[in-house]
């Protein structure tokens, strides 16, 4: 029996078909000049207008209407029924990047009405937040938000699963790298309940669902960041990212495919995507692409590997190392297929969005 079919069934077979919405070099195989089928809600009529760089209108469109709303996918971090922060991309009308970034925040706040989640995820900002300003240092690569209203009303375990929500949201927006917090129209210096330092720019470098992995310490630790698989309350298949903290070592990029391979914590609701018999040869970055090559002694050429596993390989190696294409090679060979027939031959681009699931 081919071993890669046998990877915990208990997820459901949907896990073969992990949604992702794809711009560029297709994970899936896609030439960049096709049109990738529109995201669930996009009428037809509003399939131009939604851009790969996460709703930025096209030159030609913003000097034809510079004030007209497009259809565009956002991708919110919100809580799942475990608590974990998922990334989920919903639809709504936006003219800019700012104004993007505000209606990414508004789907973001508990009990919000600007537009419904999946069943079973919540938003992570208090209940009458509300967004004041959102502009956009294209020049530091920095967002500055001002929030207001009942922003600081939250529980002092909730602080840090805030700002990372915040800030992996904002960080998704084309020209994004850092995140500057304001409330009431004062920078804050620390946050407000529970006191997290807030001396620069919040990054991506915070990590998202930390855990520490058996035997490192905070001391001599590096993170990684991995992406495994859960389920929604209707059985749709999405991806979880966390980040662990994994002893130091010099490769960042293999370490991440070791806990990738080692899988979730036990006792969690998530779902590993690797067997443990596969092995991390190396990853190599030249130019845009990071090189992955696995090494596996069971693995036949041409045989179909599991779609999520590759999906999942290609997350976290991007996000590991910053590459924007990902090629991947086992035992040498780069005649690898996913079990969807999904060709990765050819070096496939990071998804601009991730988890598109039913609302």
């Known amino acids: 029996m081919n071993r890669f079919h046998s990877l915990r069934r208990s997820a459901a077979a949907g896990l073969l078909a992990l949604p992702l919405i794809l711009s560029g070099c297709s994970l899936f195989g896609e030439p960049a000049s096709r049109q990738i089928d529109p995201p669930q809600n996009v009428e037809p009529d509003d399939l131009d207008a939604v851009q790969p760089q996460n709703g930025q209108p096209s030159p030609d469109s913003a000097s034809a209407d510079e004030t007209a709303e497009t259809v565009t996918p956002l991708t919110v971090y919100v809580k799942d029924r475990s608590g974990y922060l998922a990334p989920v991309t919903v639809n709504a009308a936006a003219s800019n990047a700012e104004e993007a970034g505000i209606r990414a925040l508004e789907r973001m706040i508990e009990g919000s009405e600007a537009g419904a989640l999946p069943e079973g995820f919540r938003g992570v900002l208090p209940a009458g937040t509300r967004i004041e300003k959102l502009t956009i240092d294209r020049e530091q690569r920095v967002a500055i938000v001002d929030f207001a209203g009942s922003f600081t009303d939250y529980n002092p375990q909730d602080e840090r699963r805030i700002l990372e929500a915040v800030t992996w949201t904002l960080t998704g927006l084309e020209d994004v790298e850092g995140v500057l917090l304001r409330h009431d129209g004062e920078e804050l210096g620390e946050m407000p309940v529970d ?3 807030l001396d620069g720019p919040l990054t991506r470098a915070m990590g998202i669902n930390l855990e520490v992995a058996p035997g490192a310490s905070y001391g001599n630790s590096m993170p990684v960041t991995v992406f495994f698989s ?7 298949p999405y991806f979880v990212p966390v ?14 495919l070791r806990e990738l391979i080692a899988g979730p914590a036990r006792g969690t609701e998530l779902s590993g995507v690797m067997t443990e018999d596969v092995e991390p040869a190396s990853v190599t970055v030249d130019g845009d692409t990071a090189v992955v090559d696995l090494k596996d002694d069971t693995y036949e050429e041409g045989q179909p590997l599991p779609s999520e596993m590759l999906e ?6 991007s996000e590991n190392t910053g590459a924007e294409k990902v090629q991947i090679r086992v035992n040498g060979s780069s005649n690898v297929v996913d079990t969807d027939n999904r060709s990765y031959a050819e070096p496939v681009s990071r998804p601009e969005h991730v988890n598109a699931l039913k609302t």
């Open 230 to 236: 859960s389920i929604s309350d209707v059985g749709d």
């Open 243 to 256: 980040t662990r903290l994994v002893e130091r070592e010099e490769d960042q990029a293999v370490a991440a």
């Open 195 to 197: 006191g997290y330092p």
């Open 312 to 317: 999942a390989v290609v997350l976290s190696v």
